[in-house]
């Protein structure tokens, strides 16, 4: 699901800006609405959401905190581009939620902040997607509960590709000379974002390479990266690259207003995107580069946690188990009522009918045969380490091998502390 579409905020990187956990001051105002009516039995809790973009979201996670009997839930629905600071400054107070949407972070579990879940997980564990349960798993154990797989690919324009007489890109030369034969004077022939952020990672995988190896050692370093992190400096540099767009990638605007015939995004926006473009449009996962690549879709996602130094850790897993385990409907309803996302369960995911047909199964199948899962051992710091090569090899036009050189140390050294 999208982030508002007034903010400039990449809510799938958001790790790359924010404090960190170990972040100083106190809680910053967040906008409190209680998921009840009024006041109700049991304990008082609080969730922490960001803004979603799509209607009605906002409703739909109080509607299902309004159902629980057993604690008032107070729902902070955060606005804005400063989730994930308000979340760890928050966590730093008394005033911390005790249940909150994120990302897997080895630090988090390492630091104490995420409760083992896995006494609520272990029964449905074979129903989860296993790639879903080995992002969350340190040392056996399960920290957090996925509610939506989100995958990213790129959609295009097919009435356009055929008049430019394109086919589908499968590696990243196709691509750039397909933007070159769909830019015209008044259309790009393709969006990436904004900085090119939201690609980083797919660079890396449709490269044949990885963020860091299963002996937890750096991975992206290879020539295959140079060679995509250069070819997308001639792509940059083309003109046939939107740039500077009124919204950022994780909207589905730039495409269907005519603004560009290609342009990465999410399977949240294909409600959108169909409403406005019809059969017009198509999908297909990031091309392969160089020799040894392969192409690649990332699949995002939201996660929940439960604060494990808040006051009511016990009644918050309850909580949790109760919405994000045993209330199939709800996670059915959040997974496809409101952008499509696939549910992370089996069970559901196969009665998914919204997911069944059309261009709704070409996504799913995508994710499927392309899809790279994130690392939790890859975290912040590490991530804005690389999202700084892309600022310097692509739009500042760095060298590349030097740019990641200077990435390599950073992540050397976060790799030290989290593994020693």
């Known amino acids: 699901m999208s982030a508002l579409s007034n903010s400039n905020w990449d809510r799938r990187t958001v790790l790359r800006s924010a404090l960190g956990l170990t972040a100083a001051g106190g809680l910053a105002a967040c906008g409190g609405n209680t998921g009840r009516a009024s006041g109700g039995s049991g304990s008082g809790l609080v969730q922490y959401f960001h803004a979603y973009g799509e209607a009605g979201t906002e409703q739909a996670i109080k509607r299902y905190a309004k159902a629980y009997s057993k604690a008032d839930v107070t729902t902070n629905w955060i606005t804005g581009n ?3 600071a308000k979340l760890f400054s928050s966590l730093l107070t008394k005033q911390a ?15 104490g902040q995420v409760a083992d879940l896995s006494d609520l997980i272990d029964p449905v564990k074979d129903d989860f997607n296993p790639a879903d349960i080995t992002s969350h ?9 996925r509610m939506i797989d989100d995958p990213q690919f790129f959609y295009y324009r097919k009435s356009m590709l055929e008049k430019a007489k394109v086919d589908v890109p499968t590696t990243l030369d196709e691509l750039l000379e397909a933007a070159a ?4 004077d008044k259309v790009k022939g393709v969006f990436l974002g904004n900085d090119f952020s939201a690609i980083q990672n797919v660079i890396i995988w449709s490269a044949g390479a990885d963020t860091i190896s299963a002996k937890n050692e ?3 370093h290879t020539d295959g990266v140079v060679e995509g992190l250069k070819k997308l400096r001639q ?3 083309s003109g046939n690259v939107l740039l500077d767009a009124p919204t950022d990638f994780w909207d589905p605007s730039s495409l269907n207003q005519g603004l560009c015939a290609i342009q990465w995004g999410g399977m949240w926006s294909m409600p959108a995107m169909e409403q406005a473009l019809g059969d017009d449009l198509g999908v297909f996962p990031f091309p392969k580069i160089g020799s040894g690549g392969k192409q690649s879709v990332y699949n995002g996602g939201w996660s929940m946690f439960v604060n494990a130094k808040g006051k009511n850790v016990d009644a918050a897993k309850e909580y949790v188990k109760w919405l994000w385990i045993d209330q199939k409907k709800y996670q059915e309803d959040w997974a496809t009522s409101y952008g499509f996302h696939i549910p992370p369960r089996t069970s559901i995911a196969n009665e998914a009918t919204k997911l069944k047909s059309g261009l709704p199964a070409e996504g799913v199948k995508l994710f499927t045969d392309y899809g790279h899962f994130d690392n939790i051992a890859y975290d912040q710091t590490m991530q804005t380490a690389f999202a700084d090569v892309i600022a310097s090899s692509i739009r500042k036009n760095e060298n590349p091998e030097a740019a990641l050189d200077t990435c390599d140390k950073r992540v050397s050294v976060e790799l030290k502390k989290l593994f020693g």
Request: no cysteine; net charge negative.
């Open 137 to 145: 798993t340190v040392d056996g154990k399960i920290y957090g509960i």
């Open 97 to 111: 939620p005790d249940v909150f949407e994120f990302h897997p972070q080895l630090q988090m579990v390492k630091s």
């Open 181 to 184: 034969k769909l830019t015209t």
């Open 235 to 237: 792509l940059f540099t």
């Open 82 to 84: 400063n989730f994930e």
């Open 218 to 220: 750096i991975a992206y």
